[in-house]
């Protein structure tokens, strides 16, 4: 009664599955890894303070946009559905 047997987390695993969808629980990971990537890049530049101005350009080099288009822009998404 302590503790659970293989059948029983392959029985939760299963029911999981089909109440989100193996897109959703794949999603769910993907964002998850990505958090835990941004976290370990952020404590690694810790030590190095960057000013915010440096920040902006870079991030604005590294996607391909001017620096000075980065601050007045409003970036439109559509938004897919389910259907």
Known sequence: MGSFSVWHWLIVLLIVVLVFGTKKLKNIGTDLGGAVKGFKDGIKDG???ASPAATTTTTAQ???QSPVADK???IDVEAKNKG
């Open 47 to 49: 030590g190095e303070a």
């Open 62 to 64: 590294q996607v391909g």
């Open 72 to 74: 007045n822009t409003t």
